[in-house]
């Protein structure tokens, strides 16, 4: 259970911050920066939920905020190899199997693209876009960091954010009426 009791606690004011399982990195430490791109990826989904109300990817959209909350806490909690007093919070492979099941199920409503989408029509459509572009930054990140040989990164947080930029794509084509009022992208239109 998390308890904030107060907001600031001015342990970050040398620039450290401190990791789920006990101690502390740099602020601009690769693994800080990649659940704080997380963190910004949920945020941007927060504000296209402003205009995804009533429509059915709304519930998806929470689901995934919450999955983003686990994803953060799952990086946030380092292997150390030494027995921890809790269960540490990880990523599973049925969430990535669901996130796939919502891609389906969107998608087959769907034609066929036969050009890049550039973001845009609807607000909602052109928020999902953004998010997704920040959720492909925080898969970068993830990527690099699981990369390093001193560092661990669960597989199933690099699937989940290459499948979740998935979605977005395609939750941004099916609030635009279900690609209707895509904005294709024109090669060499303004030559």
């Known amino acids: 259970m998390v308890v904030l009791n107060r907001i600031y606690t001015r342990t970050g004011d040398q620039g450290t911050t401190a990791l789920a399982a006990g101690g502390r990195r740099p602020k601009n430490d690769l693994r800080i920066e990649t659940f704080g791109t997380v963190d910004e990826t949920n945020a941007c ?19 995934i905020q919450n999955d983003l909350f686990d994803l953060g806490a799952d990086l946030a ?48 459509a052109a928020a999902l876009h953004l998010a997704r572009t920040v959720c492909r930054r925080a898969e970068r990140h993830a990527v690099e960091l699981m990369h390093r040989p001193d560092e661990t990164v669960s597989p199933e947080v690099v699937k989940y954010l290459n499948r979740l930029s998935d979605f977005l794509f395609v939750a941004s084509r099916y609030v635009n009426d279900k690609g209707a009022i895509d904005v294709l992208w024109v090669p060499g239109q303004n030559r």
């Open 77 to 124: 909690t380092v292997e150390t190899g030494k027995p921890l007093p809790y269960e540490p919070l990880r990523i599973t492979q049925a969430q990535v199997d669901r996130l796939e099941q919502e891609i389906d199920r969107l998608n087959e409503h769907l034609e066929p693209l036969r050009s890049f989408v550039l973001p845009g029509g609807t607000a909602a």
């Open 45 to 63: 989904i927060g504000l296209a939920r402003l205009h995804t109300a009533g429509h059915d990817v709304d519930a998806m959209l929470g689901r």
